[in-house]
Nanobody, 124 residues
């Protein structure tokens, strides 16, 4: 069983930055794509960013391109989401997830394991 634990959420003013971390258990971390999703109150969960097992291939939803950066450290079994120039509309619970595939995907059903989520609140 794979366990994912997110950290790094919090309250920040607009224009600020946060870095989310997601620590994963298991021995085959580098074999699978990882992704970040978010869910705002009253809205459906949406894809934010994903990257391949090696970290060489990344994908971002248009609304965060140029502001967020996803990365991973396979030696530490950890994936990160650096979030800069945060906006109030970025407020949501952020979830990391592990795919059962090597390449990144925007499809939530292709992610097998999910973390418990971490709250990000951006005040205006």
């Amino acid at each position: 069983q794979v366990r994912l634990v997110e950290s790094g959420g919090g309250l920040v003013t607009a224009g600020g930055s946060l870095r989310l971390s997601c620590a994963a258990s298991g021995r085959t971390f580098s074999s699978y794509a990882m992704g970040w999703f978010r869910q705002a109150p009253g809205k459906e969960r949406e894809f934010v960013s994903g990257l391949s097992g090696s970290g060489s291939s990344t994908d971002y939803v248009d609304s965060v391109k140029g502001r967020f950066t996803i990365s991973r450290d396979n030696a530490k079994n950890t994936v990160y989401l650096q979030m800069n120039s945060l906006k109030p509309e970025d407020t949501a619970v952020y979830y990391c997830a592990r795919s059962d595939r090597w390449g990144p995907s925007r499809l939530s059903y292709e992610y097998v394991y999910w973390g418990q989520g971490t709250q990000v609140t951006v005040s205006s």
